[in-house]
Nanobody
């Protein structure tokens, strides 16, 4: 059974940074393409970023490109999302997933960007 646990969220001022982590278990993480998705307040899930199983290729949504960096540590079965230059529009619950539609996903971690 896929088990994903996100962490690292919090309250940060605009322009600040956060690093999210996702601990994965129950499947062969190193063979899996992984995704970050997010859910802004009152809205549906939206795709944020993708990293291939070998970590060589990454993709980002236009709204986060140049500010966010996805990475992975297959030895630790952990996915990361480094978020820099955060904006209020980045307020959301962030989830990691094995699919671009966010199913399955963990419980999420709240990111609040506010002054």
């Amino acid at each position: 059974e896929v088990h994903l646990v996100e962490s690292g969220g919090g309250l940060v001022q605009p322009g600040g940074s956060l690093r999210l982590s996702c601990a994965a278990s129950g499947f062969t993480f190193s063979n899996s393409t992984m995704y970050w998705v997010r859910q802004p307040p009152g809205k549906g899930l939206e795709w944020v970023s993708t990293i291939l199983a070998d970590g060589g290729d990454t993709w980002y949504s236009n709204v986060v490109k140049g500010r966010f960096t996805i990475s992975r540590d297959d030895a630790k079965n952990t996915l990361y999302l480094q978020m820099n230059s955060l904006k209020t529009e980045d307020n959301a619950i962030y989830f990691c997933s094995t699919t671009s539609i966010g199913t399955p996903r963990g419980q999420g971690t709240q990111v609040t960007v506010s002054s």
